[in-house]
């Protein structure tokens, strides 16, 4: 049994995105919508932006996540499947999806994204480990799936990922009972492999702005099953 972990829980969030610094935050966010749309560079924008407000690290983290360029969200908006084909093959960028529900299932940080993503911002950086949220984070995944009467579902992993082996491992026993066809592919490239597919699940801005068509299947996964309410919403910048 896997002891209790937190997933992304940072004891200053309470602080740095609590009630006082979310307006700051959004301010901070209007602001820098506007310097990418006049085609300043986010590095740049960010960090001038994260030191007019006194931003820490982590909230300009979540500015770079959340914020983008009303071209590219465009360019996302016009990929993006609001329903899943049936019977289709569906291909999964599996630590990004699952580490993500593993943080609302832990109760951590989430951000819902100007592009309508939803982002965690556990900074794993190349580790990783199964903690007790896992399995209920694949089986959420399935039952999303099963729902949608998809025909296969290929989850990729990065090979050089710690424990990368352990977690297709652990998907394949978790979904064997589904009625969709289930492959789990350790590879070094999956970032590259994705971008030219369709039908992709991730909330990698990289990713959606290369790949065919996305589906946004985390934010369906917290809608339906989790009933859980993003409190740093970055998505109304848009309007």
Sequence with gaps: MCKVVKR???????????????????????????????????KGASNFVGNHYLLSERQRLAL????????SLE???????????????VNIDGFNTIITLEVALSDSLLLKCMDGTIRDLAALRGTYRLIDKTQSAIRLIG???ENSNIGKAVFYLDAPVSNS??????????????????????INNVDSLLETLDNVVTSDAIILDKCRSWINLNR????DNLGK?????FSFLRE
């Design 143 to 145: 039952q999303t799936l």
């Design 165 to 186: 082996g352990r977690l297709k491992q652990s998907i394949l026993e978790l979904l064997q009972g589904f009625s969709f066809a289930v492959e789990v592919e350790v």
């Design 8 to 42: 992304g829980y940072f004891a200053t969030d309470e602080k740095e995105f609590g009630e006082e610094a979310v307006p700051i935050l959004y301010k901070a966010g209007a602001d820098l919508y506007y310097l990418l749309n006049q085609g300043y560079h986010i």
């Design 229 to 233: 309410d993003v409190e740093i919403d």
């Design 75 to 89: 360019h996302r908006r016009a990929k993006e499947l609001k329903i899943i084909p049936e019977g289709c093959t």
């Design 64 to 71: 770079v996540r959340a914020v983008s360029a009303r071209k």
């Design 220 to 223: 369906k996964i917290l809608e």
